[in-house]
C-alpha cells in the first residue's frame, strides 16, 4: 500500500500523536538511520522555500536516502508538460516525491497519476508538515494539551486550514481571528466542528488572543498572492501582534510563527526577537518532524 501524506487527516488521531512521540524521539537522540537506503525522493519546488526544503533534504539523508531537486524553472514542468505526465516519468524512477505547489488538487493529480507515495511541502490550502512541527514545539512545553489555548490572528491561510485540521485529533481550544474577506476555509471549519473540535472563528483579535497560550501568525500575503500585497496591508492594518497585543494573551504566553516573517507587518522586531518568541525552535523542530513523516510513509506496512 503506498501511504501518502498531503494533510493531517491521511493519518488517523493514534498516528498523528505518535508522530508527535517519535519526532521527540528522533530529537532527543538525534536519530539517523537506513530506513531511506537506497531510495531517492524528488523535490518538486513551484514555490520558494528554505526551511521546508533544507529539512527534508537533511532529513531524508539522516534515514539513508538522497534527494534530486526539482522546480519548475529548470525542468519540462515550465514548459507546461503536464503533471500526470511527469507523475508517471518520476514514479519509474524515484521512490517519493515532496511537492510544494499551489493547488491541493495537483497533489491529488500527481497520486493518481504516480505510484509512489507524495508528501505536502505546502500547498494554497494547507501546511501539514509545519503545522504538525508546531505541535511537537508546543507539546515540548505544554504535554497535556487538553486546557491549553491557540490563537491564529491573521489571514486564513493554508497555516490556518492546517492548524483547523489539528484542533479535531489534538484537545486543544483553538479561536482564530481573521479579517472578513480572509476566512480560512469554512468547510474545514464546519467538519472540525462536527467533529467535536473546540474551534472558533471571530473577527476580532483580543478576543482570539485573550487567555491564549500559543499565538500564532503568518505572512499577510502569502506566496501566489504577491500582487495583492497593497490590499492586503490595508485589510490587515491594526492587526501587527506587537507587545501590547502579546499583553492580551495569557501570562507567559509564546509567540509562533511559522517563517519567513515580515518584521513590521504581521508581527513587531520587539515580539519577534523577544522572549516570547519561540520561531527558531519551531524552525529546528521541522527537521525531528520531516524524519517523523518520512518514517510514517515509508515504513513497511
Ligand atoms: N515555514 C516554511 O515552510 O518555510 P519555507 O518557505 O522556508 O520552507
Ligand atoms: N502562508 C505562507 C507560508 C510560508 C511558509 C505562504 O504560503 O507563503
Redesign the pocket.
Known amino acids: 500500500m503506498v501511504r501518502h501524506f498531503t494533510k493531517i487527516r491521511d493519518v488517523t488521531r493514534e498516528e498523528a500523536w505518535r508522530l508527535l512521540d517519535r519526532a521527540r524521539w528522533m530529537k532527543d537522540t538525534h536519530h539517523t538511520g537506513t530506513l531511506l537506503a537506497g531510495k531517492i525522493l524528488v523535490l518538486i519546488f513551484e514555490?520558494a522555500s528554505t526551511r521546508?526544503r533544507l529539512s527534508f533534504e537533511v532529513g531524508i539523508r539522516q534515514l539513508g536516502g538522497q534527494t534530486i531537486f526539482m522546480t519548475p524553472a529548470e525542468s519540462q514542468l515550465g514548459r507546461s508538460e503536464p503533471l500526470r505526465d511527469t507523475a508517471r516519468i518520476i514514479s519509474r524512477y524515484n521512490d517519493g516525491m515532496v511537492v510544494r505547489t499551489y493547488g491541493q488538487a495537483t497533489l491529488d493529480q500527481l497520486i493518481a497519476y504516480g505510484s509512489i507515495p507524495v508528501i505536502n511541502a505546502?500547498t494554497?490550502e494547507g501546511?501539514p508538515c509545519?503545522v504538525m512541527s508546531d505541535l511537537l514545539t508546543i507539546h515540548e512545553r505544554t504535554p497535556d494539551f487538553s486546557s491549553l489555548r491557540v490563537a491564529w490572528v491573521g489571514?486564513g491561510?493554508?497555516?490556518a486550514n492546517s492548524w483547523i485540521e489539528a484542533a479535531v485529533y489534538f484537545p486543544f481550544r483553538l479561536t482564530l481571528a481573521c479579517p472578513e474577506g480572509y476566512d480560512p476555509s469554512l468547510e474545514l471549519l464546519e467538519d472540525a466542528g462536527k467533529a467535536g473540535a473546540r474551534v472558533r472563528l471571530t473577527r476580532d483579535p483580543e478576543e482570539a488572543l485573550a487567555g491564549a497560550h500559543y499565538i500564532n501568525t503568518?505572512?499577510w500575503a502569502?506566496?501566489?498572492q504577491e500582487e495583492e500585497r497593497t490590499a492586503r496591508q490595508a485589510a490587515f492594518a491594526g492587526w501587527t501582534i506587537d507587545a501590547a497585543m502579546l499583553r492580551l494573551a495569557a501570562p507567559g504566553a509564546r509567540f509562533m510563527h511559522?517563517?519567513?516573517a515580515h518584521r513590521g507587518e504581521e508581527v513587531s522586531e520587539e515580539v519577534f526577537e523577544g522572549p516570547a518568541s519561540i520561531v527558531f525552535d519551531q524552525a529546528e523542530n521541522r527537521l525531528h518532524m520531516q524524519k517523523a513523516i518520512l518514517e510514517r510513509v515509508f515504513s513497511p506496512a
Open positions: 514555490k521546508t505546502l494554497d501546511h509545519q489571514d491561510n493554508n497555516m503568518d505572512v502569502s506566496m501566489g511559522c517563517l519567513p
